[in-house]
């Protein structure tokens, strides 16, 4: 392993040990209440979700990881691949810190399929910032047509499959939509 490697990793690590202890700071548990770690949890409406280490919102966040990626290579072209990888982790980190908040949670349980929410777990919070990095490492490696693909793809499998996704939650985000509200739930 190279010593470029070795910092990169080290300084991960060290984003989002800072992310696991504000949230601890902020009150999230490390996992969820039931006591159970799974891989994945796959019912929008449980009290499971975003309490375990993947749910359907972790889609969302490989595609922050395809995001991340697009922007800092257009802004950094000649930046090494490491150190924009560097500063995703700590924009995804800074989200998961952010989307964490009394406030932001509070927001989110104005929308319909989030009515319920209460935050994430540490655990979940950190695997959605693993998704990311994921998301920009394949995002390095696929041209861009194919990284779009695979994004919209995405949107519209999550999107079809419990009618949420993350274009839903930006715009929901912004304003709520009562056709996009009643869509959801199913009316």
Not at 119 to 132: C, E, P, R, Y
Not at 161 to 178: A, G, K, P, S, Y
Request: charged share 15%; hydrophobic share 50%.
């Amino acid at each position: 392993m190279t010593r470029a490697v070795v910092r990169t990793i080290l300084a991960m690590s060290g984003i989002l040990a800072a992310q696991a202890l504000v949230l601890h700071l902020e009150g999230h548990s490390l996992i969820s209440a039931s006591g159970h770690v799974m891989f994945w949890e796959g019912n929008v409406k449980s009290a499971e979700n975003s309490q375990q280490l993947s749910d359907w919102y972790t889609f969302s966040h490989i595609i922050h990881g395809f995001i991340f990626y697009f922007l800092l290579w257009r802004l950094f072209p000649r930046m090494p691949l490491a150190q924009r990888l560097i500063i995703a982790v700590g924009i995804e980190s800074g989200w998961e810190m952010l989307e964490n908040t009394t406030w932001l949670i509070n927001h989110y349980r104005e929308q319909t399929l989030a009515q319920g929410y209460f935050g994430d777990t540490i655990v979940n919070s950190l695997s959605d910032s693993f998704a990311a990095i994921c998301g920009f490492l394949v995002a390095a490696r696929l041209p861009v047509l194919g990284t779009v693909a695979i994004a919209l793809g995405l949107e519209i499998f999550v999107g079809y499959e419990v009618r949420d996704n993350l274009t839903l939650n930006i715009l929901n985000f912004i304003h709520r939509f009562d056709a996009i509200a009643r869509w959801q739930s199913g009316l």
